[in-house]
């Protein structure tokens, strides 16, 4: 049997997190929300479900909306920005390692394209139905035990539903795409160490005035932040495997232990602390 969840409240704010051993890999967060608006950079691919409260957000250029019952699949690198947000909110997020992702895609022989076509399920349709039924098992409102071998089944049947949302985009979309994803591609490359615009222009491949501009109007943010979201995201992987937060700030590039706390306080709402004591 799985061990309990621990809660880390800051007013309205709830975070729990949970690490299931029997699923090396995977990563379960559960939210309980006022109204604030979440922005952040995904450093995993996750699926999230939504089981109360309603949000229109912003991601890869078009506004969606959440209602319970949605699902919502990001990848890699993906920016949310929340716009609007009715009432407090309920959701669960399940993300995944990548090399989870690719032994899936691999086995399968999908799609060699990384870029993730299927963004939003609506939990009804057939096609959600493997990333419901691992929710609902990794869930707060089971009630019964699950066994290794049924946790497990749903996880692969799930990393398989992932798989086939996966495809190329079109020529068009690539074409418009390409600085940008350079330049998406070496501030990873860059999060211990930092970039300067120029160095970060000549990556891409355009003047550092038009790359501000599609950067922008393609991320929904300017690179400095797109880069600090990054640093807090890989801040919480490393805060779930157990590193102290004294020893996190340096190997995200940031220069010291308030500088973290500052960012990781506004960006999720709790201190790197508080965050580590919610990690079960």
Not at 128 to 148: K, N, Q
Request: proline share 5%; with cysteine; aromatic share 8%.
């Amino acid at each position: 049997m799985s061990p309990p969840l621990r809660a880390v409240s800051d007013g309205p704010l709830s975070i729990r997190v949970f690490l299931p051993p029997e699923l090396p890999g995977l990563r379960v967060v559960r939210y309980r929300t006022d109204e604030r608006l979440w922005r952040s950079v995904k450093e995993r691919f996750s699926v999230t479900m939504t089981y109360s409260g309603r949000s229109e957000w912003w991601c890869r250029g078009k506004v969606r909306f959440t209602t319970p019952g949605t699902l919502d699949l990001k990848q890699i690198g993906d920016v949310h920005r929340d716009l609007r947000r009715d009432g407090s909110s309920r959701f669960q997020v399940i993300s995944f390692d990548e090399a989870l992702i690719t032994e899936a895609r691999e086995a399968l022989g999908d799609s060699a394209s990384s870029h993730l076509r299927q963004v939003q399920l609506d939990c009804e349709q057939p096609t959600a139905a493997p990333f419901v039924r691992l929710h609902a098992l990794l869930g707060e409102d089971r009630v019964e035990s699950s066994s290794t071998l049924e946790l497990q089944t749903a996880l692969t049947e799930a990393l398989s539903a992932l798989a086939t949302c996966f495809g190329d985009a079109d020529e068009s979309e690539r074409r418009s795409r390409w600085p940008v994803r350079r330049a998406l591609e070496a501030l990873h490359d860059a999060l211990e160490e930092g970039i300067t615009l120029d160095a970060l222009s000549r990556q891409a491949g355009l003047d550092k005035f038009h790359l501000c501009r599609a950067f922008r109007e393609e991320v929904g943010m300017p690179p400095y932040a797109y880069l600090t979201h990054l640093r807090i995201a890989r801040a919480m992987g490393l805060l779930t495997q157990g590193m102290a937060p004294s020893e996190v700030s340096l190997r995200v590039g940031l220069y010291d232990q308030s500088q973290l706390n500052r960012h990781f306080k506004r960006i999720i709402g709790l201190t790197p602390g508080q965050f580590a004591r919610a990690v079960q």
